[in-house]
């Protein structure tokens, strides 16, 4: 049975504020920037790491430059000097993104959303504003719902970040540290022991800086407050930098490459289907998450044993 939320107007009443992270690709933070201009928010901030070399600092350079803004709204940028590292300068540039705001959207440079992301984020800004419950609102999706579902979200243990929104509540919390004493909470984590020995070894990896990387803290550290969070019906976000030169998403990745499509949905219905739910995050931790049991044992011993 689905059950329907109070239902809220069909377009927002206005468009959260919005944070975009970038670095040195004009190519794809121009894609982006073009879509954010489409939305008009009313205050835009823009975050770029410095530049790691003479080389890399021409192609910033041309990044700074993409952000002309032609629409009311305010402009706030932070412009790093040195290069901080993918784990520093994307979390302190959220950071410093709820210094002035309670709640917004924050997009990367290579996370390309289509019209209807910003529209979807704001709502849901609104809608679970005060449910402590809910601590993240996520605009891409492995799994999208069959078309004959009418409702446009749901909530899930798993929080993607490829173009997402949270609050200045939830952002008080992170810490890229979080495994003091490395103290693991096991129970906490989705899946079988193959996949929290997975989730173990990342965040050991990451407190010893040999992973330069803040998301694995920011989705565990949700998982530690017992937090949900909405799932868009439809993929509203697509990924544009995929490729060998990227940090992260090499082109091996690109099983998790999908297409956005419009939102079936604005007056924002939430779908109440335990079933579902569990078969969703059964297929996120199965697509992303299980590796063989034997190498990923062996890379757990090499994370515990690595200084």
Known sequence: MYLAAPKTPAMADYIAPVLLIAFNRPAQTTRVFDQIKKAKPAQLFVAVDGPRNTQEAKTVE???AIFNIDWECKLHTLYRTQNLGCKLAVSSAITWFFEHTEQGIILEDDCLPNDDFFVFCSNMLKLYEKDVTVGHVSGFTLVEFDKQIQQNHILISYSHIWGWATWKRVWDNYTTTPLKDYKFRFDLVPGNLN??????????????NKIDTWDFQNQYLNWVQGLKSVSPSDNLVVNIGFGDNSTHTKASDQKFLLESHPLRNHHNILLHSPA??????????????????ITNMIRFVYAVLTR
């Open 62 to 64: 041309q990044v700074k």
């Open 195 to 208: 996949n929290k020995l997975l989730w173990y070894r990342n965040l050991l990896l990451t407190h010893k």
């Open 276 to 293: 579902l739910t569990q078969s969703i995050e059964d297929t996120i931790t199965k697509k992303v998450f299980t590796r063989n049991p």
